[in-house]
C-alpha cells in the first residue's frame, strides 16, 4: 500500500511560480513511477509529468513543458514539481498519482487517468491575473 501527501499548493499571479510536494509512503521512490494529474471542472482529469521510478526519466504534456520539471529526492521520500511561468490555464486541483514500477514506457502513465494505482488528496492551485 502507498499513500500519497501533497503540500504545495496556493494562488499566485499570472507569471509567477510554485513547487508542489508529494510525500510517498509505503514503498521507496525508486520502486514507483510517479505522476502529477490536474483537474479542472468540466474537463477530464489530465497528466501533466510523470517520472520512472526505474530510469528516472521524465515526461511532460505539451502545454507545460519547458514550464514544469519534476525531481526526487530519495532521502526524503518526496517528489517535486517545480512549476514556472504559471498562467491562468494551469488552474486547477493538482494530484500526486503512483503506481508500482514498471518496465513499460513512462509516457503510457500520463495518457490515462485509469493508469495510476495510488493518489493523493489533491493540491489547489490557482493562477491569477
Known amino acids: 500500500q502507498v499513500t500519497l501527501e501533497e503540500s504545495g499548493g496556493g494562488m499566485v499571479q499570472s507569471g509567477g511560480s510554485l513547487r508542489l510536494s508529494c510525500l510517498a509512503s509505503?514503498?521507496?521512490?525508486?520502486?514507483?513511477?510517479i505522476a502529477w494529474f490536474r483537474e479542472v471542472p468540466g474537463k477530464e482529469r489530465e497528466g501533466v509529468s510523470c517520472?520512472?521510478?526505474?530510469?528516472?526519466?521524465?515526461v511532460y504534456v505539451d502545454s507545460v513543458k519547458d514550464r514544469f520539471s519534476m525531481s526526487r529526492d530519495h532521502a526524503k521520500n518526496t517528489v517535486y514539481l517545480q512549476m514556472n511561468n504559471l498562467n491562468l490555464e494551469d488552474t486547477g486541483v493538482y494530484y500526486c498519482?503512483?503506481?508500482?514500477?514498471?518496465?513499460?514506457?513512462?509516457?503510457?502513465?500520463?495518457?490515462?487517468?485509469?493508469?495510476?494505482?495510488?493518489w493523493g488528496r489533491g493540491a489547489q492551485v490557482t493562477v491569477s491575473r
Open positions: 498519482a503512483a503506481r508500482r514500477a514498471r518496465m513499460t514506457p513512462i509516457q503510457a502513465m500520463c495518457l490515462m487517468a485509469s493508469a495510476p494505482e495510488y
Open positions: 509505503g514503498l521507496t521512490l525508486d520502486k514507483i513511477d
Open positions: 517520472l520512472s521510478g526505474h530510469t528516472g526519466k521524465e
